[in-house]
């Protein structure tokens, strides 16, 4: 793992990039200039369309970009036909909404969806169409990706992402927390991930004494943070989002326990927004933090960004930083494949692929994704960043 101050040194370049033709002829060639069909599943309403909302904008913003600077598969000009139906933050419109994308529009590759529980029907519509790609950021892909088939996650499995990295990043940085509780959503993903998570920091010296499951769909959190022991010496909040750990955080603050915070898949929006009062609170950085960009082309994507879509200072999510290039990464595996129909080809050129754009992006040769990642740390009225992963 590598140190350094906020914000976090990535390299990119902040267009998608120049496109040239290659390899075997494509499907569309022989009728002219080929039509791309993509098709997103975000959360643009509902509990989480903080975060949707940014991944849908993503998605669209590359299109554009990557529809005006234009590009070429096999000496043809393609372009992108797009279509995005909003999820609601609710998985059970996950199967209607993958099987209108594909059956009706014709997506031949879907990113989304933007929630965990929402994946199994979406991946199962995407089987039985067959020749169809499926790219999402969720931890529910984790059942998908790098099994052979074509299935992308965009950003690297919790094994890789929480085990492997930042929960030892945590535990050293946060040398003298060695007792914590863990909030965890009482669902199947939080239940699923609560034991690694246990048996990660354990590993990493730090224990796991008390943990505490709550409705996903909570906004009163007194009760649960009420039965927490004041002697724990910080609270791991282990699965959702920015509104929920602010909640949680705030009604830590009154029950009087120790101001400090690990949190996972969070931002580090409700830190900032709370750091006066903190003793440390950390996040995990995936691609890059908006409030923090690294370098010139990461700030001038955030300016963009959210004068595109009129979004205030301080609001834009991370959820664009894991979107925006897989777009410019998959039309660059088009080109390898010289197809832009031909999936499984499309899939090899994928695995054992990097990209750098506004961050750098890469798979193994199995199709797991091994893009770089950070620690966000705030703590004393300063922020730093432990990097970690990446290849």
Same mark, same amino acid.
């Given at each position: 793992m590598?140190?350094?101050?906020l914000?976090?040194?990535?390299a990119?370049?902040?267009?998608?990039?120049?496109l040239?033709?290659c390899?075997?002829a494509?499907?569309?060639?022989?009728?002219?200039d080929?039509?791309?069909?993509?098709?997103s599943?975000?959360?643009?309403?509902?509990?989480a369309?903080?975060f949707?909302?940014?991944?849908?904008?993503?998605?669209?913003?590359?299109?554009?970009?990557?529809?005006?600077?234009?590009f070429?598969?096999?000496?043809?000009?393609?372009?992108?036909?797009?279509k995005?139906?909003? #999820?609601?933050?609710?998985p059970?419109?996950?199967?209607? &909404? %993958?099987?209108?994308?594909i $059956?009706g =529009?014709?997506?031949?590759f +879907?990113f989304?969806?933007?929630?965990?529980?929402?994946?199994?029907p979406?991946?199962?519509?995407?089987?039985?169409a067959?020749n169809?790609?499926m790219?999402?950021?969720?931890t529910g892909?984790?059942?998908?990706?790098?099994k052979d088939?074509p299935?992308?996650r965009?950003?690297?499995?919790?094994q890789?992402?929480?085990?492997?990295?930042?929960i030892?990043?945590?535990?050293?940085?946060?040398g003298d927390?060695?007792?914590?509780?863990? #909030?965890?959503t009482d669902?199947?993903?939080?239940?699923? &991930? %609560?034991?690694?998570?246990a $048996?990660s =920091?354990?590993d990493?010296? +730090?224990?796991?004494?008390?943990?505490?499951?709550?409705?996903?769909?909570s906004t009163?959190?007194?009760?649960i943070?009420?039965?927490?022991?004041?002697d724990?010496?910080?609270?791991?909040?282990?699965?959702?989002?920015?509104?929920t750990?602010?909640?949680?955080?705030?009604?830590?603050?009154?029950?009087g326990?120790?101001?400090?915070?690990i949190?996972?898949?969070i931002?580090?929006q409700?830190?900032?927004a709370r750091?006066d009062?903190?003793?440390?609170?950390?996040?995990?950085?995936l691609?890059?933090?908006p409030?923090y960009?690294?370098d010139d082309?990461q700030?001038?994507? +955030?300016?963009k960004?959210?004068?595109?879509?009129?979004?205030?200072?301080?609001?834009m999510?991370y959820?664009?930083?894991?979107?925006?290039?897989?777009?410019?990464?998959?039309i660059?595996?088009?080109?390898?494949?010289?197809?832009t129909?031909?999936?499984?080809?499309?899939?090899?050129?994928?695995?054992?692929s990097?990209?750098?754009g506004?961050?750098q992006?890469?798979?193994?040769?199995?199709?797991?994704?091994?893009s770089?990642m950070?620690l966000?740390?705030?703590r004393?009225?300063r922020?730093?960043?432990?990097s970690f992963?990446g290849?």
């Open positions: 590598s140190r350094s101050p914000p976090l040194a990535v990119g370049v902040f267009l998608l990039g120049s040239t033709a390899g075997a494509d499907d569309d060639a022989a009728g002219g080929c039509v791309v069909k993509v098709g599943m975000f959360s643009q309403t509902g509990a369309a903080a949707g909302a940014d991944g849908e904008r993503a998605i669209e913003l590359a299109i554009k970009d990557a529809n005006a600077e234009g070429q598969v096999d000496g043809q000009d393609c372009t992108i036909d797009y995005a139906v909003d #999820l609601a933050s609710d059970n419109k996950s199967a209607s &909404l %993958a099987q209108d994308l $059956a =529009f014709g997506a031949q +879907v989304g969806p933007d929630m965990a529980a929402a994946v199994p979406a991946a199962t519509a995407v089987e039985r067959g169809v790609m790219l999402s950021v969720s892909m984790d059942a998908y990706a790098g088939g299935f992308f965009l950003s690297p499995n919790d890789t992402m929480v085990n492997e990295g930042y030892p990043a945590a535990a050293e940085q946060l927390v060695k007792d914590i509780a863990m #909030l965890m669902d199947d993903t939080g239940k699923a &991930l %609560a034991d690694g998570y $048996a =920091f354990a990493n010296g +730090v224990t796991v004494s008390q943990t505490e499951f709550y409705d996903p769909a009163n959190f007194a009760p943070v009420q039965r927490i022991r004041d724990v010496q910080g609270i791991f909040i282990g699965y959702n989002n920015d509104s750990a602010a909640a949680i955080m705030d009604a830590a603050a009154e029950a326990l120790p101001q400090v915070y949190t996972r898949g931002s580090a409700p830190g900032v750091e009062s903190l003793d440390a609170y950390t996040w995990l950085v691609g890059a933090d409030l960009p690294a082309e700030k001038d994507f +955030v300016a960004f959210t004068d595109a879509y009129d979004i205030p200072d301080g609001q999510t959820f664009p930083f894991v979107h925006y290039d897989y777009v410019g990464m998959l660059q595996a088009m080109e390898e494949a010289g197809t129909t031909d999936i499984e080809a499309i899939s090899d050129a994928l695995r054992g990097s990209y750098d506004v961050v992006l890469s798979f193994d040769d199995s199709g797991m994704n091994t770089p950070g966000g740390l705030l004393g009225g922020g730093e960043v432990v992963g290849r």
